[in-house]
């Protein structure tokens, strides 16, 4: 069974990348996952990450966050290094909140009433956090207390933001409906399917 | 009821302290030996005088080897040893409880109180000493609030107290009880009583407690299947026993010494969150657990309290950078205790490590650095 490492920068990410993995196809799983929070890890480890890529195929998923232009994140994280066929390093835009704001039918189980105004192109959002935070504000009060703080709290999230969300985008998110929505989610699956065909064949 | 301030003077290592308590949970950072058990000391004292059985203050004070163990060894002029706690119960109810004691000059050198007031809602209920405690000083050995006579006014207040729970379980007396045979200390802090508490609750109740700590346990722990409690038929000792999935379908039911030391401490802290609405001591719930299930327990407490009626005010001492990974953890309950050469002092989150909070980053990465201590590399080369 073919095997596809995976590096993220946070839990939710890391779901994310689990479902594309799944995605692309019954056979393939993903293998060691790494996440220590936040870019800071990943970045510093590039070396690793290149040399293991050329072992087996890796996908690696950060956030373009406040970055404007894609191709300047690449060269400040790669530099010179040659990228192994096996090395897909894929920039969600902006943010992976909006790779999962754009599955509108996954966003409507999870969000119900707050879900009433999805944005149609999510990766033009500034700050896609922000907007889910704002939607959230009026789901089901369950859901409404796991992803945003009580009020007057000091704290940027709800306590149980990560666990909700990563279990949504394992059990509910839907990557092909949501790449319709996203164009960089879109050339994500792209390159994950040609990277399955060629394992498969060769 | 809850706490909503702590004031001390002379407590121990600290000099003095002024902080608020949230009614949730408070977490309470700092270095090695700065003092973050003597901090949740205080409630236990205050238990102590209060509990229903063998208080008092004159024990609490000979338990933790008397007054020059107490008092902190920076104070200056002023001798006392001052507590002062303020709590609330609702909007309205609003209570306060000041003590403040010193030992005897010459003769016996017994302890005396110098001050104990009662606040309810701005209201003075009691201040001492009156005019028979100074015309009989063995009066003022004994506290107000250890007394059912005198603590009727106030007695929510001794009943907050005396129902402090402080839970440091220690897998090992729990596992190797028979053989160590140890004294049992009477609050039980480290859960050598676990078993017989476990049994003392009806049999409905400690079905339910167990399905949903069983809940819990089969994320935390795999292979992990089904919880369940029984007595010796022949010594009639309680047991708690769990059914792993395995390949051997009729493996049978493992008892609690078999347990690991990790399923035991989360049993516990699982139990004593559930096990009523009083105030919660913790120290230290991260020792033995993988960082995967630490990192889950700010959201596990939260999600226990939701389940059930009762909510437990919480103080939770810690070292743990997983614990205080999530950046939902709310920054108004962490303390942080600052060592200095004049005894300890305690802290909230300054505006810079607010800054970092809100946006995005979490206590451990905001403010658990500094905690650590400066020259904690150099251990390396010791």
Request: with cysteine; hydrophobic share 35%.
């Amino acid at each position: 069974m073919p095997t596809i490492h995976l590096a993220t920068e946070d839990h939710v990410t890391e779901m994310v990348g689990r479902r594309l993995i799944r995605e692309i196809g019954p056979s393939f799983e993903t293998g060691v996952a790494f996440q220590k929070n936040g870019f800071g890890y990943l970045k510093s480890n590039m070396d690793k990450f290149c040399e293991l890529a050329r072992r087996s195929p890796l996908l690696l998923l950060t956030d373009l966050d406040q970055e404007n232009c894609v191709r300047k994140l690449l060269s400040t994280w790669i530099g010179q290094r040659q990228l192994s066929p096996h090395f897909l390093f894929r920039i969600a835009v902006r943010e992976t909140e909006s790779w999962l704001l754009a599955d509108h039918v996954g966003m409507r189980k999870l969000l119900v009433k707050g879900a009433r105004n999805l944005p149609r192109e999510p990766d033009l959002l500034p700050d896609p956090k922000r907007k889910l935070l704002q939607l959230a504000g009026n789901a089901p009060r369950e859901i409404k207390n796991d992803l945003i703080t009580a009020r007057g709290a000091l704290a940027s999230q709800g306590l149980g933001y990560n666990q909700r969300l990563g279990d949504f985008a394992t059990n509910d998110w839907s990557p092909s409906r949501a790449a319709s929505n996203s164009p960089s989610l879109n050339r994500t699956l792209v390159r994950l399917n040609e990277l399955a065909q060629r394992l498969s064949s060769g | 009821m809850f706490a909503t301030r702590l004031i001390l003077k002379n407590w121990r290592n600290f000099r003095e302290v002024d902080v608020p308590l949230t009614e949730g949970t408070t977490y309470l950072l700092g270095p090695n030996a700065s003092g973050k058990s003597n901090f949740l000391d205080v409630f236990r004292f205050l238990r102590d005088i209060s509990k229903a059985q063998g208080g008092g203050l004159q024990k609490a004070v000979l338990d933790r080897g008397g007054i020059s163990k107490l008092r902190c060894l920076h104070a200056r002029r002023d001798p006392d040893v001052r507590i002062e706690v303020h709590l609330s119960e609702g909007l309205e109810e609003n209570w306060r409880y000041i003590l403040s004691f010193r030992h005897e000059n010459r003769g016996a050198r017994r302890i005396l109180i110098s001050t104990e007031q009662v606040w309810h809602n701005e209201k003075c209920l009691i201040a001492r000493p009156i005019d028979e405690d100074k015309s009989d000083d063995t009066r003022l050995t004994q506290t107000h609030l250890e007394q059912i006579q005198t603590n009727q006014a106030f007695r929510a207040v001794a009943d907050f107290f005396s129902d402090v729970t402080y839970l440091h379980l220690v897998p090992q007396l729990l596992k190797f009880g028979d053989q160590i045979g140890g004294k049992r200390l009477e609050d039980d802090p480290f859960g050598q009583g676990f078993l017989e508490r476990v049994a003392r609750t009806t049999n409905k109740t400690r079905e339910s407690r167990l399905k949903k700590i069983e809940k819990a346990l089969r994320v935390a722990v795999p292979q992990f299947k089904e919880l369940g409690f029984e007595k010796d038929e022949v010594t009639g000792r309680p047991h708690l026993k769990a059914l792993y999935l395995h390949h051997r379908p009729n493996a049978g039911w493992q008892r609690e010494d078999q347990f690991s030391d990790g399923t035991l401490r989360l049993l516990g802290l699982l139990w004593s969150l559930l096990e009523s609405n009083s105030l919660l001591l913790l120290e230290e719930p991260e020792l033995s657990l993988n960082d995967a299930i630490v990192r889950q327990i700010p959201q596990m407490i939260q999600s226990v309290q939701k389940q059930s009626k009762r909510r437990r005010q919480i103080i939770l001492s810690t070292h743990s950078a997983a614990l205080l990974s999530n950046p939902g953890i709310d920054a108004r309950g962490v303390l942080v205790i600052v060592p200095n050469q004049n005894g300890s002092t305690i802290r909230e989150v300054t505006q810079s490590e607010k800054d970092g909070i809100m946006s995005g980053f979490s206590i451990a990465e905001t403010v658990l650095p500094s905690t650590r201590p400066e020259s904690a590399e150099q251990l390396g080369f010791w």
